[in-house]
């Protein structure tokens, strides 16, 4: 058991960014133990993307290919990965904590008698503690949990989007080399079968090219306060955006959903009002310039990240707030 | 139609973060309880199939494992129209790894051969989402995770399932079959009075942790919690609303230079 294995996304025949941060924190980990990085990418078609990575300084890139990894399903990763980490026996193998991940890591590991640690956003080392130390979120972003491996058998590991900088694996002096594999798969073990990705009706609001947003969250209560925060968007000329609740509640359309299920945005100005901060909702607008958070619970994650803030009641603070905007264009 | 229901008793949302002095977890004593949202979404999804159903012997059973509070969670799901519950005695649930927690659920329900098992993606807690993935490789069924909606087919379910940055995709599965649910997908119903009523004769089977043989060790450790470092130096306009707002659109305006 030694080396270090990450599994690099693809999405839509391109390496995702969240892939190449995969690969980063793989090999900070492969740093600290003074572990091999090795890589492998899965698909039917997987030629071009494995140089890609090659590119990139690592020990070895591995196809694991097959026609029916063509798309995905739980099944098909879940068999093929089996087979590649029994073959090359990895003490690591890290992950993207992407939706597809998700949807098949904790049952691959399982497979092994394993457990998933997901989510991490960082990998450290301590004095006197045996092996890295992996630090997870918990209770919504509002406190960090740091977890450890015990046991033998291989350790998997997802990691959060943008807790590793994608560019960190640095392009290397010559290719690594590249060995293809064929997983042993049988159609009739692939229980499932997916349709092709679609999106839902037609996106007439691109709130990803807005300047000025207004955003509000669950602090706001009832769908009839929403017009307090449209007279704040209106005197900024700014979009009304909102968080994950807000939309499933039906209080606001979809399309204006801004966070890691809906758009992700980087304006000038983020106000976000009522909203606590939960990662899926930062992953959508952290590229914002200015973050301004309004939230009565100073303590709310949301603070972490702002560059000001009012801990307040919002009720009080956004009509003062649209007031003063009025005033300041006159 | 059999479905079962696995769901979580949280801290509610917005309760006071406190370290215990263990280092472990937060300070128990005072906080309020609830169930975690996209449990109830899996509920509501569960009930809403049974009553397309129409089926006299369609059920939904709910399944929760945690120490004695959880009853209370488990009671306003029967509320809601669950016919019966299992609950698993388990006072360490917290120490215990997604593994020995599918194990506890996969053992409890196994017996009941349901023909779906539905779950939240993930607790508001702990956030693992990996409970109701591992209980479907433990159980040997096909899974689909991030589920808004779900319709009966003649011979399995066609689901529709989230994917990142607005997409969508549909699954078929054939049944047995283990979905985790996403939130949003329907409006949540509340309890009626009727319903509160008639759920103090419901069912409630309790089983313990150890009878259902899950008493292994944890392969990954809870250490030590701590509270975030805030990342970016924020800085705080105090005031009344009017003298708080005042200073910010100045600071917006000549200090950040976005307005």
């Not at chain 2, 139609?1 to 002095?21: G, N, S, T, Y």
Request: hydrophobic content about 45%.
């Amino acid at each position: 058991m030694s080396g270090v294995l990450v599994v690099v996304e693809q999405r839509a025949g391109r390496i995702a960014r969240i892939g190449w941060e995969a690969a980063a924190a793989a090999q900070h980990l492969g740093v600290q133990l003074g572990a091999p990085l090795s890589a492998a990418i899965v698909g039917a078609d997987t030629e071009s993307l494995a140089s890609e990575i090659a590119a990139r300084t690592l020990e070895k890139v591995t196809r694991v290919e097959h026609p029916l990894l063509a798309q995905y399903t739980a099944d098909g990763f879940i068999i093929a990965l089996q087979q590649l980490i029994q073959a090359e026996q990895p003490g690591y193998v890290v992950f993207p904590h992407s939706y597809q991940v998700r949807d098949y890591a904790p049952a691959l590991a399982a497979r092994f008698g394993q457990v998933l640690i997901g989510d991490v956003v960082a990998i450290s080392a301590a004095e006197g503690v045996a092996g890295p130390i992996f630090t997870r979120q918990l209770l919504q972003g509002r406190l960090n949990g740091d977890y450890r491996h015990s046991g033998s058998g291989p350790c998997f590991v997802s990691v959060q989007a943008g807790a590793f900088r994608a560019e960190a694996l640095s392009q290397a002096v010559a290719s690594a080399p590249i060995t293809t594999s064929t997983p042993a798969i049988e159609p009739a073990q692939i229980r499932t079968r997916p349709s092709e990705p679609f999106r839902a009706g037609s996106q007439t609001v691109d709130l990803g090219s807005a300047q000025l947003i207004v955003s509000v969250g669950r602090g706001i209560k009832d769908a009839d306060n929403i017009p307090i925060v449209q007279e704040l968007a209106t005197a900024l000329g700014a979009e009304l955006a909102a968080s994950r609740p807000i939309c499933d509640n039906g209080w606001l359309p979809m399309e204006r959903q801004v966070g890691s299920s809906g758009q992700t945005v980087s304006p000038k100005l983020y106000l976000a009002i009522g909203i606590s901060g939960a990662i899926q909702h930062l992953v959508g607008m952290k590229g914002s310039q200015c973050v301004v958070a309004i939230n009565k619970d100073p303590d709310a994650p949301i603070f972490e990240i702002a560059d000001y803030g009012i801990a307040g009641d919002l009720f009080e603070v956004v009509p003062a707030l649209t007031a003063a905007v009025k005033a300041a264009k006159q | 139609m059999k479905i079962i229901v696995a769901i979580k008793q949280v801290p509610e949302r917005d309760a006071q973060v406190r370290i215990a002095p263990s280092g472990k977890w937060i300070q128990e004593f005072d906080l309020q309880y609830a169930l975690n949202e996209s449990d109830a979404y899996a509920l509501e999804e569960a009930l809403q199939l049974k009553e397309k159903s129409g089926a006299a012997s369609s059920e939904v059973i709910v399944v929760s494992a945690g120490p004695e509070r959880i009853g209370t969670t488990i009671r306003e799901a029967l509320a809601k129209g669950a016919d019966r519950a299992i609950q698993i005695a388990c006072d360490d649930l917290g120490a215990r790894d997604a593994l020995g927690v599918a194990r506890l659920l996969a053992a409890a329900v196994k017996p009941e051969n349901p023909d779906l098992i539905l779950t939240g993606l993930q607790s508001e807690d702990l956030g693992l989402g990996q409970t109701g993935v591992i209980v479907a490789e433990l159980l040997g069924l096909p899974h689909a995770t991030l589920i808004l909606h779900v319709e009966k087919t003649e011979s399995g379910v066609t689901v529709k399932r989230e994917l990142e940055e607005g997409w969508f995709q549909t699954i078929e599965l054939p049944t047995p079959a283990v979905l985790t649910i996403q939130s949003g997908g329907n409006k949540l119903r509340y309890a009626t009075l009727m319903g509160i009523k008639r759920a103090k004769n419901k069912e409630v089977r309790q089983l313990t942790a150890a009878e259902l043989g899950g008493d292994s060790a944890p392969l990954v450790l809870l250490e030590h919690v701590s509270m975030p470092q805030k990342k970016k130096s924020t800085q705080m306009l105090s005031g009344t609303a009017q003298e708080a707002a005042a200073a910010l659109v100045e600071k917006l305006k000549f200090e950040a230079r976005v307005l």
